[in-house]
């Protein structure tokens, strides 16, 4: 009997999983993804082991798609090629540079206070190449279409909140060159920082899958499986 009990219970979550992430699957866009020849423009995905980031081109954030907020970073940052974007809770994204300042009451408040919290995004300014700047991260390029691109950048300009038309500045962000911006939309188990990345990357026409992107190495499988990515080397693995 109790074993009976242990089976169904566990096809119950396997089935749960399963619709959830049907649920929350978002279909591609072949018209703009992938993208090859002429057209391609590459990204790159950036995942720190508990947060993930986009890095894109400066001179991307003023051409097609690019808003105030985007145009004003890249004038800020324009002494770098490249810059990478995250996003994340206020609090708890200054507060966790690194899985060794963790901190469950921040994180669990994060993720679940009512109606979520007010979120920020950071900006850092590149001056290597995206590797040799986070050598210990899993990168996957992605080779997105012009439009693709133009798209992605106005969902990214339309995650900072502006005051009187310009993004505002909130102080230093973690590492390298780079600042922490007031940024739009709310944190919280529903919407967090590789959720807002894939959404990202969902606009310029690549199929995501919101459960399996929640955590990590879930987005990583998810952009294998479905998006058929795959990550460049790790120079600091043998």
């Not at 206070?113 to 590149?126: C, F, H, I, N, S």
């Not at 939309?185 to 807002?196: I, L």
Request: include cysteine.
């Amino acid at each position: 009997m109790i074993v009976r009990r242990l089976v169904f219970g566990v096809a119950g979550l396997i089935a749960i999983v399963l619709f959830a992430m049907v649920l929350t699957a978002s279909p591609g866009d072949p018209a703009l993804y992938p993208a090859t020849g002429d057209d391609a423009r590459t990204i790159h995905l950036v995942s720190h082991g508990w947060h993930s980031g986009l890095v894109i081109p400066r001179e991307a954030l003023t051409g097609a798609g690019a808003g105030a907020a985007l145009r004003a970073v890249a004038l800020r940052f324009r002494a770098y090629p490249d810059l990478e974007f995250g996003w994340g809770e206020a609090r708890f994204y200054r507060a966790t540079p690194t899985l060794a300042e963790f901190d469950l009451r921040l994180a669990l408040e994060a993720l679940f206070t009512p109606g979520g919290r007010a979120g920020v995004v950071q900006v850092v300014g590149l001056e290597r190449t995206v590797r040799n700047s986070f050598p210990h991260a899993d990168i996957v390029p992605v080779q997105v279409s012009s439009t693709g691109l133009a798209r992605l950048i106005a969902r990214l300009d339309a995650s900072f909140r502006l005051d009187d038309g310009q993004p505002v500045a909130g102080g230093p962000g973690l590492y390298g060159p780079s600042l922490f911006y007031e940024g739009a939309g709310r944190f919280s188990y529903a919407n967090v920082c590789n959720h807002w990345v894939a959404r990202l990357l969902n606009a310029a026409g690549v199929p995501v899958t919101l459960m399996l992107d929640t955590h990590p190495q879930g987005f990583l499988l998810d952009l294998r499986w479905r998006a058929g990515l795959t990550q460049a080397p790790n120079l600091s693995k043998p």
